[in-house]
């Protein structure tokens, strides 16, 4: 059975270059039946906090990333916090000391200062390694000590990536590295190591960052008698200066483009894009993409984020209701609109308005502008518009449109279309001798969804509510 997870360290935000990574192993656990698991690694003590660890946990919930295991849903191989499983740790490194695979290190900081004082005396260039002094001294387990890799220096590592094939380090780059703190904190990949044998990892996908760890990794899993999972390592997301994508270059964490309304299928569709490909298709909703997803889609090359083509993106999937339908386009909307003070709004209206603002707003905040004239009484007044339509000159045609309303049964759009078509022909006069004035009359403002659509949105009563007031605001 395919496993495999997702390990954020809850230092800050969640990135969406870690959402990227996040979705490709949600998709395959997806595709194949198998399990994603959430695993908090939070061993920086000082800069992890629970608030980062929420705010992780709510952005992955808000993608549609849900976790078959980790916090808040347990599971057979807990617990998914690495802070809480110190104990395993400790096992595992004696397991590598009884194999002499590691070893006991007493070297003190200042040990090692003057180790390294000394190294640069001799070289200033020279690069600082530990040199293994405690690699055969006697085990005096009561003294402090960190644990070390003993690392071979023959040889050479190698391993297959399903996306970069196969991959060959030669050992003297290793070095008998740290694996366990004093305080029985791990590092990193030995961390790593244990938790995804332990978790039952079969595939270990991330971004190429990581494969400067990759042989460390591999020769511990060899160095614990264990087979190590399969690998893939995903292109990198860079800023358009080329850089490591950060907050320098703008938005770069999912609250922020949950903030800004993006539809979450929206921000999978273009990071699904950034590092794989299915033919010349750019558009996916997440069933699509949870079908057609293959690692054999994944390219090598490093791409560069475009905000520009996100906001694309987020435009087609509003527009589109086999990307959005009517029922999660208004659930996703109410919050905007409850930022606005809008928060008693009937539903159903929401759904009703949608066919006005599919083809205009390009994000969930615009679509919440463009509505908050149907669900405030009376509407918001843009004063510019005001001054420029609702006064005598310019709204004098607003009386006797108002009569032609009071005298209407049928308040759909087409019926209105004919109604007042026919009153501007017997009447001599164009649409735009009214439409402005009745516009900003019904909405408070010049730019609008059609009149017609607005009418029938509103209806019969608060048309002519808002006409009325419109023709006091003129003076009429």
Not at 196 to 219: C, E, F, K, S, Y
Request: with cysteine.
């Amino acid at each position: 059975m395919v496993r495999v997870r997702f390990a954020p360290s809850p230092t800050g935000y969640l990135h969406i270059g870690g959402v990227r990574t996040a979705l490709f192993n949600w998709l395959w656990a997806r595709k194949t039946g198998g399990s994603f698991v959430l695993r908090i690694e939070d061993t920086d003590r000082e800069r992890s906090t629970p608030e980062n660890e929420q705010v992780i946990l709510r952005d992955l919930a808000w993608l549609g990333l849900r976790w078959d295991e980790g916090p808040e849903r347990g599971g057979a191989h807990g617990p998914y916090r690495q802070t809480e499983r110190l104990e395993i740790y400790r096992r595992f490194a004696d397991e590598l000391i009884a194999r002499r695979a590691a070893y006991r290190c007493y070297c003190t900081r200042e040990d090692l200062d003057r180790a390294r004082a000394e190294l640069k005396r001799r070289d200033p260039k020279a690069e600082f390694r530990y040199p293994g002094t405690c690699r055969d001294r006697p085990d005096a387990p009561d003294r402090p000590y960190v644990v070390r890799l003993r690392a071979p220096s023959a040889g050479e590592v190698v391993y297959r990536d399903l996306v970069f094939g196969e991959i060959r380090t030669p050992n003297s780059a290793q070095q008998d590295v740290v694996l366990l703190r004093s305080d029985g904190v791990p590092l990193y990949n030995f961390g790593c190591v244990v938790d995804d044998l332990t978790m039952g990892i079969t595939l270990v996908a991330r971004g190429r960052d990581h494969m400067i760890n990759t042989p460390l990794q591999v020769l511990l899993y060899a160095a614990l008698d264990r087979e190590p999972p399969q690998l893939a390592h995903l292109p990198m997301m860079l800023a358009r200066d080329g850089q490591k994508l950060s907050k320098r270059h703008g938005a770069v964490s999912v609250g922020e483009y949950r903030q800004a309304g993006i539809l979450p299928g929206a921000l999978l569709n273009y990071l699904a894009r950034f590092g794989w490909s299915c033919g010349d298709e750019e558009l996916f909703s997440l069933e699509e993409l949870t079908r057609k997803f293959d690692w054999s889609g994944c390219g090598k090359a490093d791409g560069k984020f475009d905000p520009t083509k996100l906001a694309a993106i987020g435009f087609e999937h509003l527009m589109r209701p086999e990307l959005c339908s009517d029922e999660e386009y208004a659930e996703r909307l109410l919050p905007y609109l409850a930022e606005r003070g809008l928060e008693a709004v009937e539903r159903a209206l929401v759904r009703r308005s949608l066919a006005a603002i599919r083809q205009r707003a390009r994000n969930l905040r615009e679509a919440a502008d463009w509505l908050d004239f149907l669900f405030r009484e009376p509407p918001a007044m843009d004063e510019k518009a005001k001054s420029k339509f609702l006064l005598s000159g310019r709204a004098e045609h607003l009386p006797a449109f108002h009569e032609l309303v009071q005298g209407l049964d049928d308040f759909s759009e087409p019926a209105l279309e004919a109604a007042v078509t026919g009153w501007l022909a017997r009447s001599g006069l164009e649409i735009k001798d009214v439409a402005q004035a009745a516009r900003v009359a019904l909405t408070g403002r010049s730019v609008s969804p059609g009149l017609y659509q607005v009418m029938a949105l509103l209806g019969k009563e608060r048309t002519l509510a808002r006409l009325a007031h419109g023709l006091k605001l003129a003076g009429a």
